[in-house]
Each structure stands twice: as C-alpha cells, then as structure tokens.
C-alpha cells in the first residue's frame, strides 16, 4: 500500500508541476538556511576531544590581592605568570602535565631554495602531544632529557614538512627559525580540530601551530609570546629576566587527571602551592583561589559559543517557520482542489485514515526532495562562510550527523506544514450519483 501512496503522490507531483517545484524550492531554501547555521554551530558547540575531555584541566591560578576583580566573573586570571607555569610544569605531579604559549618565527632553511616564511609555533612541554593526541608522521616528541637540557629541538607538522623537504622523512634534519638552528625530532600528521580548545586566548577557530618547541627554550632565547599578556599591579620591567620574573599572565597551562582521585590530590597540591605563594609576600589574599575547569567547561567559561550565534541559529528557524507557512498555503490549494477525486474515492471504498496517510506521504515526498536540494544550498553556504571568514572557516563543513539530519527536518517540516491540508481534504464525503430513466 505504501508503493501505491508513492505512485499516486508522483503522480499528483507530474500534475502540477509548477505548484511542487514552488513547494520543494521553498523547504530547499528554508532548509539551506537553517542547515547552514545550524552546522557552523554544531561544530562550533560539539566536544572536540570527546573520549577524554573530562581528563584534561585548564589550570588558573589567582595570584592577585583581594578586591581585583575586573578580570572574569569568579575574578580568576585566565593565563597563569612565568614562574608559576614553570613551578607547576617541573612538580612532580601529576604524571601529564604542560605549560604552553604561542609565539611567531620566521622559518627558513638559510639559503635560496627555500622562501622565508612566517609560522605559528607552539611552546610546550613534551607531553603535550600524548595530552592532546597528536599523531606522528615520522620521529615524535623530543625527550625529557632533551627538554630540561633546553635543547634547540622542534616537532613541525606534515604540511610544513612538505613545503621545506617535499614530504620525505626530515627527522634529523636542520632547520632555522629566525637566527637560531633547530634541529627536527618528529613530524606530525595534520592535526584537524575544529576548535583551538587548548588555547582559547588566541582565537577559538584559529588553525593549530605547525611548529612546537620546548617550553624551557623561552629564557635562554628570551622568546617572546603571541597573544594576550595581563598584569594587575604596576611593574618596571627593563629585561627579559625580570618579565620572566613579573606578575605578568602569558602562559596557559594544561594537566591531564585520569580518575577522581587524582583531581582531588592536585587541588590539595595547588592549594597548597597557592598558600606557600602567598607567604612569599608576592599577593595577598585571605583565601586561596584557583580553577581546574575541564574541556567542555573551559570552552563554555570562555563563551566559544556566543548569544549571538544562538540568535542565529533561533532566526533561520524562523525563516523555515516562514517558509513552511508558505508551503501550508500551497497545500492547502492543491489539494482542496482535489476533493471531487477524493470523494470518488471515497465512494469506491477509501476510508479516511487512507486518504489522510496518502496525503502525508505526498507531502513527504515533496520535503525529501527539498531536504536533498536544500544540503546543496546550505553547501554553498557554507563554501561561502569558508571564502569571507578565516576566524569561522575551520566550522563550515557538514558532518555526517547533519547530512542525515536536512531530509529528516525537512520531511518532518512538511509533515508538520501538511498536516492540517491532508486533514481538511480527508474529510470530503463520498461522491452520490444517481441513476436516471
């Protein structure tokens, strides 16, 4: 019976096909819309790193007097001082633990062949790439001897490796950054995150580094930080020494807390730390303050997802809300203009659940069709979301979650839409003729 409602509904479809193509175009677009937006904040909202997020902990430390709270709403600095990353990154706990800033070189190979060109770079300790998962083309991380021995190592990435040795194994291999030669440990596969999680001071959506280095190569190369550097006192600061030194705040600084136990252990150690800091004469503050916030609470205290792309999201359902008052219209003329056939078949013996389901499947039909054309339209949308936007270009992919999800909102809208037509044409009596001499 479900074929035979098919075939009757294309049939209607080849009958007005004006009528249908006005239909299926209006839930296209309707749908183009909402799935556009719908994708950007899909990805922008989804967990990035969903088997371990609850055990990865952003790290902020207030080391400022009481009564300065202009910084968030619990008054915690977001980044932590020199000292304090460094203090944190050497303890002897927890096993995984890194301190990271980004900075900016200038990469070349010090001669001809290659072009100099300017690269993101990410300082950290070794265990950043086990934390967060990189995976490695060739080589891997440098070595926990080579870290505190401040060695002049790095880890590039597969693009980068590309671009400076065509994609051959360049472990081993020298390259320079600015005027100081490293020498490369490892190369990583891309690393494809759809939002820059672990370093949310520099842009949610930014594309990852391509080049890491050790973290404690930043005082023997007094490297200095891209990004947002804080203060909340006065400071004469004349040396690179005495920044290091300062109440600054430049550093973020992640460790990876595998069960209960674990996280309670190293809130006792920074609160600790905290009450050892503050006998130091370096701030004072009554009561120790300080924040482990996990991947999905990080990115949620930061606001990644902001009201304004909530708002959108809430307005291209209005826009589908109109054109699905749009298509109720149409079908409200198309098939009241049906009833004589109707009545026909009710008199042939049709009931009205039948007549009513035929109708839903029809108008079904229509909203699978516009489902389909309309991934294609929020495709274009999103190719143009990736073509003016670099901060959103990262988001602007359909995932396979919102492939199946156009056709299923789509069908559902115009069954919604079509609900009340297929109601009111179902109710038609039965045709009555009668026989004459």
Request: glycine share 6%; proline share 3%; with cysteine.
């Amino acid at each position: 019976m479900f074929l035979h409602y098919i075939d009757l509904s294309w049939r209607s479809m080849k009958r007005t096909p004006l009528v249908s193509m006005l239909m299926i175009l209006a839930i296209a677009v309707g749908i183009g819309v909402t799935m556009t937006s719908l994708s950007v904040y899909h990805m922008m909202s989804m967990d990035p790193i969903p088997h371990k997020s609850d055990k990865l902990f952003s790290v902020q430390l207030n080391t400022t007097d009481d009564g300065n709270n202009w910084w968030t709403e619990d008054d915690v600095p977001l980044q932590l001082t020199y000292k304090d990353a460094m203090a944190l990154h050497n303890a002897d706990t927890p096993e995984s633990k890194t301190a990271s800033v980004r900075a900016l070189f200038t990469v070349h190979m010090n001669n001809q062949e290659v072009k100099p060109f300017l690269a993101s770079t990410r300082i950290i300790g070794h265990d950043f790439f086990t934390m967060f998962e990189l995976a490695f083309l060739y080589g891997g991380a440098w070595t926990s001897e080579q870290e505190a021995a401040a060695t002049p190592v790095v880890v590039i990435d597969e693009e980068t490796n590309d671009r400076l040795f065509g994609g051959e194994n360049s472990v081993g291999k020298q390259i320079y950054l600015d005027d100081t030669a490293f020498r490369i440990v490892g190369v990583t596969k891309q690393w494809r995150i759809h939002t820059k999680y672990y370093d949310l001071n520099n842009g949610a959506f930014n594309s990852p580094e391509s080049i890491f280095m050790p973290i404690t190569l930043i005082a023997p190369l007094e490297i200095q930080n891209m990004g947002n550097t804080n203060g909340w006192k006065y400071e004469e600061i004349n040396t690179f020494q005495e920044r290091l030194q300062s109440e600054l705040f430049w550093l973020q600084f992640w460790v990876e807390l595998n069960t209960a136990e674990e996280l309670q252990n190293y809130r006792d150690y920074i609160q600790a730390y905290l009450v050892e800091q503050g006998t130091k004469s370096r701030f004072e503050r009554k009561i120790p303050q300080f924040n482990l916030k996990d991947v999905n609470e990080w990115m949620q205290y930061n606001k990644v997802v902001s009201a304004d792309n909530k708002v959108l999201v809430g307005l291209s359902f209005l826009f589908l809300a109109v054109c699905l008052a749009n298509i109720l219209g149409l079908l409200l003329g198309k098939f009241l203009r049906r009833a004589p056939e109707v009545g026909v078949r009710r008199a042939l013996g049709a009931s009205k659940r039948q007549i009513f389901i035929q109708h839903l499947v029809e108008v079904s039909m229509l909203g699978l069709l516009g489902g389909v054309i309309g991934i294609g339209i929020a495709q274009l949308g999103l190719w143009g979301v990736r073509f003016t936007s670099n901060e959103y270009a990262s988001l602007a992919t359909m995932d396979i979650k919102m492939l199946l999800a156009a056709p299923a909102i789509a069908i559902s809208a115009c069954i919604l839409a079509g609900i009340y037509p297929a109601w009111l044409v179902c109710r038609t009596q039965p045709a009555i003729y009668l026989k004459t001499q």
